[in-house]
């Protein structure tokens, strides 16, 4: 007993297992859940798509192990995280964007966004969605202006309207058709017809055949990759389904040019990019709420945003904003969603 | 199937030794006896060194209410009264008794056939003279658990036969080897809290042990057996209690606070052994199990065995062991040297390889949840840990760091590697400590 131990074994405080989950694990699942999309981009969009999604990985990836580099820190782009960073932002830009538009995206998410705030884990906001506001804010008509038809359909994704995106083109319409004296009588026309027709573009905006961002038209494509995600526990139901639910909701309810209860709902969920806000980037863990109560109020928070954008804000789509300002949000939702202890309640 | 909020699961790693029969480990040449094994006050050595003693015989007596003494393993000469290393203190004094020529027992042992007709007080005096303290791990004196204040109403009692640790089959072997035991125990229990219901709680991956206590109860007035999912962990007092009976323990509470009192299905074997035939509690079923481990196997010990001896009747280590523990992977100690003796809380020696022995560096947390989605406790873990790396103590004590039941299940799951239930424990060190200096 009192001899003097041969050998130490290694000593640490429990618990002496791990679960194999990991960071890497987790970033990395996000990228390949978020491969479909960039096909069906691709596809829709011809290799220009994927020419900007590659540059803004790029300068993501360079940016992120640049900083690290000048930082002495442990370089980690490894974890796969600035990669995500970088899909994301090209999936936010259109296909017609200049070339060092996902560059200077990309360098602004990762080192301002991310990086300034003390890099992975700590930034407040979703890097690829500031970044996509700052870009807006910076190049307006770069961003919004010249939307690529997809390959065999419209921009508007209904036949014979080649003008707008469908969420432009449900914004111009609901203007005209509640202001009819300032419009003529045949532009009135059109826009009912417009308003009336948004049905038949359900399979395109289902398939992505609609002019739109880079990796937000193909709704199928981006709920398969989300199958990845669910599966791989990379998100819960939590924020996308209260988020999709709220939009459905409210746009039903006040969505429609002839009162209350008439919006049409299914266009709303289907267009512009509520699928990849919701599934890809309100999910960001780093900058939405920790508990699930508080998930379900950022998702609600943020579906009551995007209508209101999309139904009465200056622009036609309202998902990075509402996204963006409910990160915001955040640290507030978490202080008031402290879940009650273990045995609290009866003790009170 | 009931079960408890958050929780982990983790490995199970049992198929080690769920299949082997317990298997009695020759008597050892040396054993150290702790003075304390116990939680509460120490005790006081009745023997010198020199002095010849038998099993069975007391060692030290207990330093007040909450203490029970502890008694000699195997008959022998006192080899002297030391400060050795002890497996969960780090120090302390213990009686090393070298083995003699043969065995021999007190004779105070004997058989009480009409033990069920004692008065309620002579069977806690008994289970306190056998040195009888939780055997799940916890190591709190029985008696004392059994004595509730009068103004608290127990109305059942739980035994607790879950074993959610993985690797450990202890309480499982006993389980299916000695079930009449246990039960006659339990009725002992159930007897002196004066309780018509007990409830045994099983988890679904020992359907055999589930089995086999059902039989043993079918003639049992008031007992029944509650088959758990398997979700670790659910043999913590307030979540099998929560799991059985959907009752919350308060926060600061007791679990006598709501009527229930639980023990471990080892308890009850030992305090059937202690009211029936007045036997000292001088052994422990002990799991030695892992990859690092040649020939894992469950095993009946002398209290006080040295780690070493044991590793050596199970064909000793393997070449690639690194980490050897006392008790499970998720609340287990971890022991730099095989020199610390086995103590009436050691349920397990589990030696994991070099693969699994280290722990990953700390990684950045991305505020996943998972540890809030998993705590049983319901607390933030990762936010107790940011204000413990600040030293923030009081602010964590607002957050309720002191409901931690230090599980692990926060750290065992945390992609990121954090060390959170580490961070959580130093932070209610600091209040204790703080605590203790404001007086």
Redesign the interface.
């Known amino acids: ?3 003097a ?15 194999k ?3 890497p ?2 970033m990395w699942t996000v990228n390949i859940a978020l491969l479909p999309a960039l096909l069906m981009a691709y596809y829709f969009f011809g290799p220009k798509a994927l020419w900007i999604t590659l540059l803004a990985v790029l300068a993501a990836v360079v940016t992120e192990a640049v900083i690290h580099k000048l930082a002495k820190k442990p370089l980690r782009i490894q ?1 796969g995280s600035a990669v995500i960073t970088g899909i994301l932002l090209s999936f936010n830009l259109p296909a017609s964007a200049p070339w060092w538009m996902p560059v200077v995206g990309s360098v602004f998410a990762i080192a301002i966004v991310k990086e300034l705030f003390g ?4 930034n407040i906001l979703n890097p690829a969605l500031a970044a996509r506001a700052f870009l807006l804010a910076s190049w307006p008509v770069e961003m919004t202006a010249s939307w690529v038809a997809p390959r065999e359909g419209t921009v508007s994704g209904i036949n014979g309207i080649t003008s707008a995106t469908p969420l432009n083109l449900l914004k111009q319409s609901a203007k005209i058709i509640t202001n009819p004296e300032n419009f003529e009588p045949s532009q009135v026309q059109a826009a009912q017809n417009a308003i009336a027709n948004l049905s038949s573009s359900y399979t395109n905006l289902l398939i992505g055949n609609v002019g739109g961002c880079i990796g937000e038209t193909s709704v199928i494509a981006l709920l398969i990759g989300s199958l990845i995600m669910f599966y791989r526990h990379a998100i819960s139901w939590h924020i996308p389904f209260t988020y999709v639910g709220t939009v459905a909701v409210f746009s039903w309810i006040f969505g429609g040019s002839e009162g209350f209860f008439t919006g049409n709902w299914i266009f709303h969920i289907l267009s512009g990019g509520l699928i990849l806000g919701a599934f890809y980037m309100a999910t960001d ?8 109560r508080g ?1 379900v109020i950022f998702g609600i928070g943020c579906g009551i945003l995007t209508v209101t954008i999309r139904i009465w804000g200056g622009y036609p789509e309202g998902v990075s904003y509402a996204i963006i300002l409910m990160n915001l949000a955040v640290p507030l939702i978490d202080r008031y969603t ?10 009170k | 199937m009931r079960t408890f909020p958050g929780g982990v699961h983790p490995f199970e790693g049992k198929s080690y030794t769920e299949k082997k029969k317990i298997e009695i480990l020759p008597r050892p040449k040396l054993v150290s006896i702790p003075l304390q094994q116990h939680i509460g006050a120490s005790t006081k050595p009745l023997v010198e060194k020199g002095q010849e003693v038998k099993a069975g015989e007391k060692l030290a007596e207990a330093e007040g209410y909450v203490s029970v003494p502890v008694h000699a393993s195997i008959s022998g000469k006192i080899k002297g009264i030391e400060e050795i290393d002890h497996p969960v203190a780090g120090r302390g004094t213990a009686v090393l008794i070298e083995a003699g020529e043969t065995e021999e027992w007190v004779d105070t042992i004997k058989l009480d056939e009409k033990y069920l007709d004692l008065p309620v007080d002579e069977m806690r005096e008994r289970i306190k003279e056998a040195g009888l303290a939780g055997l799940g791990g916890a190591t709190f004196p029985t008696h004392v658990k059994l004595s509730p204040p009068s103004d608290k109403k127990i109305d059942v009692a739980l035994l607790n036969g879950v074993e959610c640790e993985p690797y450990l089959t202890a309480d499982h072997r006993l389980m299916l080897e000695n079930p009449k035991a246990i039960i006659k125990g339990f009725r002992i229990i159930m007897k002196i809290l004066g309780v018509q219901r007990g409830i045994i709680g099983i988890e679904s991956n020992k359907k055999d042990a589930v089995e086999i206590i059902k039989k043993q109860i079918s003639e049992e007035n008031g007992m029944e057996v509650v088959v758990l999912p398997v979700k670790y962990p659910q043999g913590a007092e307030k979540q099998l209690i929560k799991a059985i009976l959907n009752r919350e323990v308060p926060s600061g509470g007791l679990p006598m606070d709501i009527g229930a009192l639980v023990q471990n299905v080892g308890t009850a074997k030992a305090v059937y052994d202690a009211v029936y035939s007045c036997k000292p509690l001088t052994e422990r079923i002990v799991t030695v199990t892992g990859p690092g481990i040649k020939n894992p196997k469950n095993l009946l010990v002398p209290i006080g065995t040295h780690f070493q001896d044991i590793i050596d009747f199970c064909g000793g280590l393997t070449e690639n062991s690194a980490k050897v523990i006392m008790g499970g992977p998720m609340m287990g100690i971890a022991q730099p040297h095989l020199n610390v003796p086995v103590i009436k809380g050691t349920s397990g020696i589990l030696v994991l390889d070099e693969k699994r022995a280290h722990l990953a560096a700390e990684q950045p947390c991305i505020n996943c949840g998972r540890c809030v989605f998993v705590c049983p406790s319901h607390l933030l873990p990762t936010s107790l840990q940011r204000l413990v790396y600040h030293e923030r103590f009081e602010e964590a004590e607002q957050f309720h760091i002191m409901d931690c039941i230090e599980c692990g299940s926060c750290s065992y799951i945390c992609p990121a590697n954090r060390y959170l239930v580490q961070s959580i424990r130093h932070g209610k060190r600091q209040l204790l400590l703080q605590r203790k200096k404001a007086g």
Do not use: A, C, W
């Open positions: 007993m009192t001899d131990p041969q050998k130490l074994y290694i000593s640490s405080s429990s618990p002496h297992i791990r679960d989950d990991s960071i694990k987790i974890d890099g992975l884990g700590n863990m780093v900058s939405s709420p920790v508990g699930h998930q402290v879940p009650s202890v273990f045995g609290e309640v009866k003790n």
